[in-house]
C-alpha cells in the first residue's frame, strides 16, 4: 500500500483537537497524509488546522470547497469520495491515538490483502481505552464497557450490535470503492457503520482486540461510550422486534 489517509471531519473541534493532530505527528508509521474538511466551525478550530497545515504541508491536507453544514455522516462520505488513497483511516476529532495505532493497522490490512486479494473489501477495527476528558483511563476496553464481543463482525451481528467504534476503523480501496458506490445515503444511519456492513457482505472484517486509542468521553460527544448490560441489550432487541423495526432494519440493508 502507498498512499494511506487519514480521513479526519471536524465540526467546533478546538479544546481538543491539537492533541489529535499531534498523535499523528506522533506515529511509528510516518507514511501517510491527513485529510481535513470542516464543516462550517466557528470555535478556532479553522485556526488550529491553518497552523498544522502550514507547519506539516508533507502531512496534512484542508480540503476547501465551500460545502458545509452537512453533519458528521456526511461530511465523512464527502471525505472519501474526494481523497483517493489505497488505505483510509477514519479518525474523530477527540480522540488521542496511541503512536502505533497506524503500524498495526495496516499490518493486518495487508496480510488480509495477501490471503483475499486487493480487490476484495477489507476493513479493521480495534479496540479503545476510555478515557475522562483529561485522557484519565476510565476503561481499559470500550469493548467490554459497552457489552460488546469483538468476534461477532458478520453482518447480521453489525445490524443488531455493531462493535467497532467509526475512530478505529481502517479499511482499503475496494471496500471505500463500494461504500461509495451508494447511490442514496439518506438510507445509510451512520457512515462507519456503512463501511463496516459493506466489507462483512462483500469481504472481510478484521477485529484488533488491542485499544489503540483513547476515547476521550466529555459533555459534547456525538457518540459516547455507554454500559449495556446484557438484559438491556435482550430487551432493546426485543423491544425493536415487537415495534417490527428490527425487521424492517433487516429489510432495509438487504435492499
Known sequence: MSENAILLATYNGKAYLKELLESFLAQKHTDFKCYIHDDGSTDGTKEILEEIVTAHPDRFVLLFDG????GAKENFFHLAETVEADCYFFADQD?????????FVLQRLEQAEKTCGADVPIAVFSDMYVTDENLMIRSDSFLKEIDRDADYHSYSEILIDNPAAGCTMAFNRACRDRAIAIKNKDRVLMHDVWFLMVAAVFGEVIAVKEPLVYYRQHEKNEMGSRTESSWQ????????AQAKELSSKKEAFYK
Not at 460545502?67 to 452537512?70: A, G, K, P
Not at 488521542?96 to 497506524?102: A, E, F, N
Open 67 to 70: 460545502v458545509t453544514h452537512m
Open 95 to 103: 480522540d488521542v491515538w496511541l503512536p502505533d495505532k497506524m503500524e
Open 233 to 240: 441489550k435482550v430487551s432493546r432487541n426485543l423491544q425493536d
